[in-house]
């Protein structure tokens, strides 16, 4: 077997490094895995290991090489962590798709990947072939996974007839080369493929950070973690593995974010450390006030992805019975990882005047550096001025798959720019205003948001949506779909101006496979026109 230096940062050695280290994790899913559903839902650290190496050379009879790419497109689940653990184990590089991304898109980022191979799940290709969506040419293989179905096209092949291949050696990348690649949100249209190496995504500082013990931020040997996350994003690879590296009693793969599924499985299990998304935690507020038991064990709290709001951060520290919980959070990209964060604890939220929301207000990890500039000019602009944020970070992504010249469009030398605005304040503090592509001229649509969710105590979701030539329109997600005119007024109490309320179902609100709201789908439903304010040249 090809033996890498710091072989934990690559996924197709990093199951087999568990076992022979210590192999005390248990990792516990929410259902049985469609690689093999015979496995049942709990998997210690050798089953782990073998699994990744019967689907390497499952892979392999199906026709992967070392070199090629293989995309992997299925329901969330952990497993699908493994399949592209097993492609990364003979060097083949896996591209994730979510199951999520609309059909007629599938193809057009297929086609952007050539892959040698096509890992697919059964209810997403029945799908297809049901909408008469060809997701890949006639010639390229598709593996499936998941349940048996008639419906499926010609050249789809089970994943059961590979098995029981010969088993085949251990040939990963080196840790400097490509080794996964993940997509972003695509919020504003079809998702970039964002290459990591070993050394990108796994090695770099902010993952490397979470496998030190650092008091009350990271996980410790007797935690029970669980996450209810897009196991195809990056984030999926980046909390596997530094989860692995500590070593904690059990991790808990959570698949459905639904509550009515989620309160089971904490119930079971009562982690002590509980992450997924800030919208995802938005949707389990009903549980911390419902049933504050299921988190009165958790300790520590984590969310990335996007900025999270007061009152779900309130609510859950709340929800606690131990003494000192603490949530940490971080603003992240999928081409640069974690950028910014911040430790909240229950003094914070709960002493502080409800009216407004300071969480925007953030600093940076070691080694990483931020400017703000002119979105025009590109030079420095003076502390207090909003402007575009650029980072430097050893952790940026090697490219985007298919589009080198959209990357390099991002980088000024050592600067990435993150297409986010910001002010900064002075002594390294920053204040987070918008994505420069929703942006409102004089205002902060997640200090607004923030805000009118500490006012509405029924509101599950708020959306502030920028309108060229007249005021911001507020969508509003009540838990009953209905706000009273006297409600509203209340809440807008000395807030900036704003056109009257839309009150939209939370389930007809457009969002990604990491469950960020489509604002401009969700303009172009509302008005009719997907245009914004912002300029949109850094998405």
Same mark, same amino acid.
């Given at each position: 077997?090809?033996?890498?230096?710091?072989?934990?940062?690559?996924?197709?050695?990093?199951?087999?490094?568990?076992?022979?280290?210590?192999?005390?994790? =248990? +990792?516990? /899913?929410?259902? &049985?895995? *469609?690689?093999? !559903? %015979?496995?049942?839902?709990?998997? #210690?650290?050798?089953?782990? @290991?073998?699994?990744?190496?019967?689907?390497?050379?499952?892979?392999?009879?199906?026709?992967?090489?070392?070199?090629?790419?293989?995309?992997?497109?299925?329901?969330?689940?952990?497993?699908?962590?493994?399949?592209?653990?097993?492609?990364?184990?003979?060097?083949?590089?896996?591209?994730?798709?979510?199951?999520?991304?609309?059909?007629?898109?599938?193809?057009?980022?297929?086609?952007?990947?050539?892959?040698?191979?096509?890992?697919?799940?059964?209810?997403?290709?029945?799908?297809?072939?049901?909408?008469?969506?060809?997701?890949?040419?006639?010639?390229?293989? =598709? +593996?499936? /996974?998941?349940? &048996?179905? *008639?419906?499926? !096209? %010609?050249?789809?092949?089970?994943? #059961?007839?590979?098995?029981? @291949?010969?088993?085949?050696?251990?040939?990963?990348?080196?840790?400097?080369?490509?080794?996964?690649?993940?997509?972003?949100?695509?919020?504003?249209?079809?998702?970039?493929?964002?290459?990591?190496?070993?050394?990108?995504?796994?090695?770099?500082?902010?993952?490397?950070?979470?496998?030190?013990?650092?008091?009350?931020?990271?996980?410790?040997?007797?935690?029970?973690?669980?996450?209810?996350?897009?196991?195809?994003?990056?984030?999926?690879?980046?909390?596997?593995?530094?989860?692995?590296?500590?070593?904690?009693?059990?991790?808990?793969?959570?698949?459905?974010?639904?509550?009515?599924?989620?309160?089971?499985?904490?119930?079971?299990?009562?982690?002590?450390?509980?992450?997924?998304?800030?919208?995802?935690?938005?949707?389990?507020?009903?549980?911390?006030?419902?049933?504050?038991?299921?988190?009165?064990?958790?300790?520590?709290?984590?969310?990335?992805?996007?900025?999270?709001?007061?009152?779900?951060?309130?609510?859950?520290?709340?929800?606690?019975?131990?003494?000192?919980?603490?949530?940490?959070?971080?603003?992240?990209?999928?081409?640069?990882?974690?950028?910014?964060?911040?430790?909240?604890?229950?003094?914070?939220?709960?002493?502080?005047?409800?009216?407004?929301?300071?969480?925007?207000?953030?600093?940076?990890?070691?080694?990483?550096?931020?400017?703000?500039?002119?979105?025009?000019?590109?030079?420095?602009?003076?502390?207090?001025?909003?402007?575009?944020?650029?980072?430097?970070?050893?952790?940026?992504?090697?490219?985007?798959?298919?589009?080198?010249?959209?990357?390099?469009?991002?980088?000024?030398?050592?600067?990435?720019?993150?297409?986010?605005?910001?002010?900064?304040?002075?002594?390294?503090?920053?204040?987070?205003?918008?994505?420069?592509?929703?942006?409102?001229?004089?205002?902060?649509?997640?200090?607004?948001?923030?805000?009118?969710?500490?006012?509405?105590?029924?509101?599950?979701?708020?959306?502030?949506?920028?309108?060229?030539?007249?005021?911001?329109?507020?969508?509003?997600?009540?838990?009953?779909?209905?706000?009273?005119?006297?409600?509203?007024?209340?809440?807008?109490?000395?807030?900036?101006?704003?056109?009257?309320?839309?009150?939209?179902?939370?389930?007809?609100?457009?969002?990604?496979?990491?469950?960020?709201?489509?604002?401009?789908?969700?303009?172009?439903?509302?008005?009719?026109?997907?245009?914004?304010?912002?300029?949109?040249?850094?998405?």
């Amino acid at each position: 077997m090809t033996r890498l230096k710091y072989s934990h940062i690559n996924i197709g050695l990093l199951f087999d490094w568990h076992a022979d280290r210590t192999g005390q994790t =248990i +990792v516990h /899913v929410d259902r &049985p895995a *469609d690689i093999a !559903p %015979d496995l049942g839902t709990a998997f #210690d650290a050798n089953t782990l @290991a073998a699994t990744v190496r019967d689907l390497a050379s499952a892979l392999y009879a199906a026709g992967a090489r070392h070199g090629d790419k293989v995309v992997i497109v299925k329901d969330n689940h952990f497993d699908s962590v493994l399949v592209a653990a097993g492609a990364a184990r003979i060097g083949a590089l896996p591209v994730m798709i979510s199951p999520f991304v609309p059909l007629p898109m599938l193809p057009v980022m297929i086609a952007k990947a050539a892959p040698r191979l096509v890992i697919a799940g059964t209810t997403l290709l029945a799908a297809a072939v049901a909408a008469s969506v060809e997701l890949a040419p006639a010639e390229t293989p =598709i +593996v499936t /996974v998941g349940e &048996p179905r *008639d419906d499926l !096209p %010609d050249n789809a092949v089970p994943l #059961d007839e590979f098995r029981g @291949a010969a088993a085949v050696s251990a040939r990963p990348n080196a840790n400097a080369e490509p080794m996964i690649v993940t997509h972003t949100s695509g919020t504003t249209g079809v998702p970039k493929f964002v290459v990591h190496s070993a050394d990108t995504a796994i090695h770099s500082l902010p993952p490397r950070l979470e496998r030190f013990p650092l008091p009350f931020m990271t996980s410790r040997r007797d935690d029970i973690v669980a996450a209810a996350i897009p196991f195809f994003h990056i984030r999926a690879f980046l909390w596997t593995a530094s989860q692995l590296a500590v070593g904690p009693r059990a991790m808990v793969a959570l698949s459905d974010p639904a509550p009515t599924e989620v309160a089971k499985a904490l119930a079971a299990f009562r982690p002590t450390h509980v992450e997924t998304l800030p919208n995802v935690f938005q949707l389990w507020e009903e549980l911390a006030d419902r049933q504050p038991e299921l988190f009165a064990r958790t300790r520590l709290f984590t969310s990335t992805f996007d900025a999270v709001h007061t009152r779900t951060v309130r609510k859950f520290l709340n929800a606690s019975q131990r003494r000192f919980p603490v949530w940490a959070w971080a603003l992240a990209q999928s081409e640069i990882h974690a950028m910014v964060g911040g430790i909240v604890t229950r003094p914070m939220v709960n002493g502080r005047r409800r009216e407004r929301s300071d969480l925007t207000t953030v600093g940076f990890p070691p080694m990483v550096r931020a400017r703000v500039v002119d979105p025009v000019t590109g030079q420095k602009v003076p502390h207090g001025t909003a402007g575009l944020l650029m980072i430097s970070a050893k952790g940026r992504c090697l490219t985007y798959l298919g589009e080198d010249e959209r990357h390099r469009s991002k980088v000024d030398g050592k600067w990435w720019n993150s297409g986010d605005m910001a002010i900064s304040l002075g002594f390294g503090r920053y204040r987070m205003v918008d994505r420069e592509v929703d942006m409102i001229p004089g205002m902060s649509c997640i200090e607004l948001e923030s805000t009118l969710l500490d006012r509405l105590a029924n509101a599950t979701e708020i959306v502030v949506l920028a309108i060229p030539g007249n005021l911001p329109l507020p969508v509003v997600c009540m838990r009953d779909d209905r706000l009273e005119p006297a409600e509203w007024t209340a809440a807008t109490h000395g807030l900036p101006a704003m056109q009257q309320p839309r009150v939209v179902p939370w389930d007809q609100v457009p969002r990604t496979g990491t469950w960020k709201v489509q604002r401009a789908e969700l303009r172009a439903r509302l008005v009719g026109t997907a245009a914004g304010i912002g300029s949109g040249n850094w998405i």
